[in-house]
């Protein structure tokens, strides 16, 4: 493909992604005519109408729409192309993307980063949080090389390892002296306690809702928050309780594990890539080092 025939590709996909030649043409640092003069070559060669221009928001044809899908995959394969060419495989040098839903930067990124640096220091990270569908969406449009989320319903074209499970309690502060914390903690006395929780942006928020669903417990939360560190300042400082992962207790001093009766169900944390995309060495080398890290640190084996 062509030069010339790549730049009309960006310059269609862009005019589609504004509705509107004059924002399309300042976010390729283009003048109005140029992009316009591009685009309608384009149509010439391919001897169809590609935007409809007649309305105030420029739109795709049916051509338009299908052309931009091939386009958009086409751009997407040259690519992860162009990075395996450039992928060096001693690892002195190499690029990772990693989204991770928010829950893990608490307690497993810090540990997995250290390892690569110290495995691999030659290998730049791009580390994102967001949500399991936008790690998923990012995955199959290239955006991503590698995510760890959880092993659920997935979109088609996802493949999911499984890493280790991940378990739920109820977590307080430091316990008042000689009170016993060991016993478990039956379902409804939930109801007395007062709650400090994930916002709902989170799986695990969903997750412990489904929980007190199913047991009929309607929860006084005080407290939302969109940070785990913020729930264990919280909880460390104040009489409110959270649920939080088994992992995060472990790791904070001032933080008390109280076992609930039935216990909140477990989940799989998983690791995700695109079915069908280019393994680069870094992120086979960040899956290598992800199984040894999960192993050595003792997590429950993934079913």
Do not use: C, W
Not at 160 to 170: D, M, N, R, S, V
Not at 264 to 270: D, E, F, G, K, Y
Request: aromatic content about 4%; proline content about 6%; overall charge neutral.
């Amino acid at each position: 493909m062509a030069v010339l025939e790549l730049r009309h590709l960006r310059y269609l996909l862009a005019v589609a992604e504004h509705g509107n030649f004059t924002r399309a043409a300042e976010a390729l640092h283009i003048s109005q005519p140029t992009l316009s003069q591009q685009i309608k070559q384009l149509e010439r060669t391919l001897g169809v109408q590609l935007l409809d221009r007649t309305g105030r928001t420029v739109r795709l044809t049916d051509a338009g729409a299908v052309y931009t899908d091939h386009a958009r995959r086409a751009l997407r394969d040259l690519a992860a192309a162009e990075r395996a060419v450039h992928d060096v495989q001693d690892l002195s040098r190499g690029h990772l993307r990693l989204g991770v839903t928010p829950s893990f930067t608490a307690y497993l990124m810090g540990p997995l980063i250290a390892e690569l640096h110290t495995r691999h220091p030659g290998i730049d990270l791009t580390l994102v949080e967001m949500t399991q569908d936008r790690i998923e969406v990012a995955l199959l449009a290239d955006g991503l090389d590698l995510g760890i989320a959880f092993a659920d319903a997935h979109l088609p074209g996802i493949t999911a390892t499984a890493l280790f499970t991940e378990a739920l309690t109820l977590v307080i502060g430091t316990p008042r002296p000689g009170a016993d914390q060991t016993a478990p903690l039956a379902v409804g006395k939930l109801a007395d306690r007062q709650l400090a929780l994930l916002s709902d942006d989170f799986a695990t928020r969903h997750h412990i809702d489904a929980y007190f669903t199913r047991h009929r417990i309607t929860p006084r939360i005080t407290v939302e928050a969109n940070s785990i560190q913020a729930l264990t300042e919280i909880v460390r400082r104040t009489a409110l309780a959270t649920v939080l992962p088994d992992a995060v207790t472990h790791d904070h001093p001032h933080l008390t594990p109280v076992p609930l009766d039935p216990p909140l169900p477990t989940r799989t944390v998983a690791l995700l890539r695109r079915t069908d995309a280019y393994e680069s060495a870094a992120a086979l080398a960040f899956s290598r080092l992800t199984h040894d890290l999960v192993r050595t640190r003792g997590y429950t084996p993934a079913p």
